[in-house]
């Protein structure tokens, strides 16, 4: 069965330090692979996309890496602001399936 | 604008008692499906739409059902809900099953506790 671990499951952090998230998968081959930010009570919204060949995307103060052959994606924040609090959700695309594959995501909670 | 929209936002509701939760999208997608979420579990797909009577079972559709009869609209239907169903519930829509460059657009959730 195809899954996606996240990694840390929350983490806090002061404003304006930077802090990475990290995604582990075991989905192959896969066709895509997105992090989505999920503010508190309302739904997840697409920040980057990255295809197998893509090793990095950035997306303003969001930078997504890809190792394909680890299986690992990392979500960077740099100098995070109070509305980074949020839960942060790695999506994989399965190359030959329809079923895409959620991590159970990272609540970051930013303090000033 | 752009949006995929949910009612209701917030349900309480008794065991037993069939409960529709309605969603729509007015960008034109082909693609839609309903999740639920659960602490520590992440998104579970529930049923998806490829397109107008088009649909199919996700990973926990027990005691779920849907219907596409119009390709705006996929509403969520508990017959007979239970306490286990208490989750919260998203719906999304694409324009391609693997959400092609934009991605999926969620709705912004309902809420459903059933007692």
């Known amino acids: 069965k195809n899954q996606v671990e996240q990694s840390p499951q929350s983490l806090i952090i002061l404003e304006g330090k930077n802090c990475t998230l990290q995604c582990n998968y075991t989905v192959s081959p896969f066709s895509n692979l997105r992090w989505y930010k999920q503010d508190t009570g309302r739904g997840p919204v697409s920040l980057t996309i990255?295809?197998?060949?893509?090793n990095t995307k950035s997306n303003g103060r969001y930078t997504a890496t890809l190792d394909a052959d680890t299986k690992q994606s990392s979500l960077h924040i740099t100098a995070s602001q109070l509305s980074d609090s949020a839960s942060y959700i790695c999506?994989?695309?399965?190359?030959?399936?329809?079923?895409?594959?959620f991590g159970a995501g990272t609540t970051v909670t930013v303090r000033a | 604008e752009a949006q995929v929209t949910q009612n209701p936002r917030y349900l309480i509701t008794v065991t037993g008692k069939k409960l529709t939760v309605t969603c729509s999208q007015n960008m034109n997608h082909e693609y839609m499906s309903w999740y639920r979420q659960d602490p520590g579990l992440g998104l579970r797909q529930i049923y998806y739409s490829m397109n107008v009577e088009v649909t199919d079972k996700g990973d926990v559709p027990e005691g779920y059902k849907v219907s596409r009869k119009e390709k705006r609209n996929f509403p969520l239907i508990l017959e007979s809900p239970s306490p286990n169903q208490t989750s919260l519930y998203f719906c999304?829509?694409?324009?391609?099953?693997?959400?092609?460059?934009?991605?999926?657009?969620f709705g912004s959730g309902t809420r459903l506790t059933v007692v």
């Open positions: 999304a829509s694409s324009l391609s099953i693997t959400g092609g460059v934009y991605g999926y657009t």
């Open positions: 999506v994989v695309t399965p190359l030959n399936d329809y079923k895409l594959s």
């Open positions: 990255m295809t197998f060949s893509e």
